[in-house]
């Protein structure tokens, strides 16, 4: 592991402005720690935000406010987001394992870097590491890799199970940064790789994630489901989080749909969403919005799986969620 | 940097280099080598230890990060003479074979027994569910074993559970 010094910020502020470059925030450290000894991340400057006065999950006008150094498991079993965002609960415990939930901050779970294992490995060239060498991935093995939205570039996914319960529940991203504070609706976070993989999120450099708000849940029943390769602690080779409001007719009246493990960020499936509403709450209407949403998947030979996968995942979760 | 750190109930103060991890400072510097060091990725629960009373992967951790903080390795599980329970069951129900996995087993069902709510396999989220092989199994899928001695650590890990 290369050097680096070690400081522990007083404030989100306090971090901010001792924000220099080579500078990396350190929260939980479950995946930070591990790319370091990895030589894939290299701070010159480690600041420690994991115990800044961000720790609480708290009511503010019928909306939920997690703060950004949340421990996973903390978050997932807090009270009021296992009755109101069961979703959530369910996609942060499905994700890694119970030691890491223990450590791992909600703001590091979003920030967590992909695990393909190009870009983790120091000596092959990877242009999300090392911008311009190139993707040995796309001849590869990209077994576990992207089917939507990758690039030339990149086929990179992100892992987050907990990112894709957000981006269905159109939560909030609370960032303070040199520039002012902002807020980003999920999920704006994170970016489509494109020619820039480097750049995993619409963050600059400086931006501190200080909070996750959850507006009130939408209408309707909700499920968090992942595909992997083992029973437990193993990353999504397919997730959905998904919210299904059926109206007495038997119509679809509201629907969202997130799916992980199939891109570069978690992919709102907004073109089965629109085919869905209006249209009976039927397993025919539901194949139709997935083979319509996966029309623009554009697998690689050996992750060519991941869209029957993806298809039947959409329509056994609906109808499941379907009175 | 220096740091404080208390280990098993007695209070150090060491000067580490921010790069160590906290397993390595317990083996390396204070010679508690009962913590293990398996992938030193987080991926397989042998160098598990307690951080305040929660279960952590001790590979992970900075050293310098845990300042101030309280920690529990196996060396610490049992009280004087007396293992612990968990200790205990696993003799009794033969839960190892090899026995490297064993100290991050005995401290991740240490901490997993005192974590309340659901699991990813809880029907109903809302519930505190009764620890069932299949909870355990599923609360436990963070530390591996190489022997495969999981039958017996989950009949083990059941006796002190009920």
């Known amino acids: 592991m290369r050097p680096f010094d070690y400081a522990r910020a007083a404030s989100a ?36 935000v994991s115990r800044l006065p961000l720790d609480a999950v708290e009511e503010v006008r019928g909306r939920l406010r997690v703060g950004a150094a949340v421990r996973n498991t903390d978050l997932a079993v807090h009270p009021l987001v296992r009755a109101r965002y ?23 779970n979003l920030l967590q870097r992909t695990r393909c294992a190009y870009f983790q490995d120091v000596s092959r060239p990877c242009n999300k590491r090392r911008p311009g060498s190139g993707c040995p991935a796309i001849e590869g093995d990209h077994s576990n890799l992207a089917v939507l939205g990758h690039s030339g570039a990149c086929v990179a996914t992100h892992p987050s199970d907990m990112a894709v319960a957000l981006a269905a529940l159109e939560a909030e991203v609370h960032v303070t940064g040199p520039g002012g504070d902002r807020i ?17 999120t619409v963050l600059e450099p400086g931006d501190l994630v200080t909070a996750v708000e959850l507006p009130p849940p939408p ?8 595909v992997r390769e083992r029973a437990s602690f193993a990353f999504a080779l397919v997730s959905i989080a998904a919210v299904l409001d059926v109206a007495a007719d038997g119509t679809v009246a509201g629907c969202r749909i997130a799916l992980g493990g ?36 554009r697998p690689l030979p050996r992750n060519a799986y991941k869209v029957p996968m993806a298809r039947d995942l959409i329509v056994n979760t609906l109808e499941e969620l379907a009175p | 940097m220096d740091i404080r750190l208390t280990v098993n109930g007695r209070p150090h103060t060491l000067d580490v280099d921010p790069r160590m991890s906290l397993l390595d400072l317990l083996r390396e510097r204070l010679g508690l080598i009962g913590s293990k060091k398996g992938c030193d990725h987080g991926q397989c629960g042998a160098c598990t230890v307690l951080v305040e009373g929660r279960r952590a992967n001790s590979c992970l951790a900075l050293a310098v990060a845990m300042d101030g903080l309280s920690v529990t390795t196996v060396e610490g599980l049992a009280d004087g003479e007396h293992l612990h329970p968990l200790q205990a069951a696993f003799i009794e129900h ?69």
């Open chain 1, 13 to 48: 502020a306090d971090a901010v402005r001792r924000y220099r470059p080579g500078t990396m925030y350190l929260g939980g450290g479950t995946n930070l720690v591990d790319l370091m000894r990895l030589g894939v991340a290299r701070p010159e400057h480690l600041l420690d």
């Open chain 2, 94 to 162: 033969d839960a190892f074979q090899c026995g490297y996995c064993t100290p991050g087993q005995l401290c991740s069902a240490a901490g997993m027994l005192g974590e309340p709510g659901p699991s990813a396999v809880t029907e109903n989220l809302l519930d505190d569910p009764e620890l069932t092989p299949h909870e355990i199994r599923e609360r436990m899928s963070g530390n591996l074993c190489r022997c495969g001695a999981y039958v017996n650590i989950v009949s083990a890990i059941s006796e002190v559970a009920r």
């Open chain 1, 184 to 200: 980003i609706p999920m999920p704006g976070l994170h970016r489509l790789p494109g020619d820039a993989p480097e750049r995993d």
């Open chain 1, 219 to 226: 209408p309707g029943a909700s499920l968090y489901r992942k």
């Open chain 1, 262 to 297: 199939l891109a570069h960020a978690p992919w709102r499936a907004e073109r089965a969403e629109r085919e869905l509403i209006g249209r009976p709450a039927t397993g025919g209407a539901f194949l139709a919005a997935a083979e319509s949403e996966l029309e623009q998947a």
């Open chain 1, 86 to 108: 069961p979703m959530l609960a369910r996609a942060v415990l499905t994700g890694a394992s119970g030691q890491i939930r223990n450590m791992a901050t909600v703001a590091g």
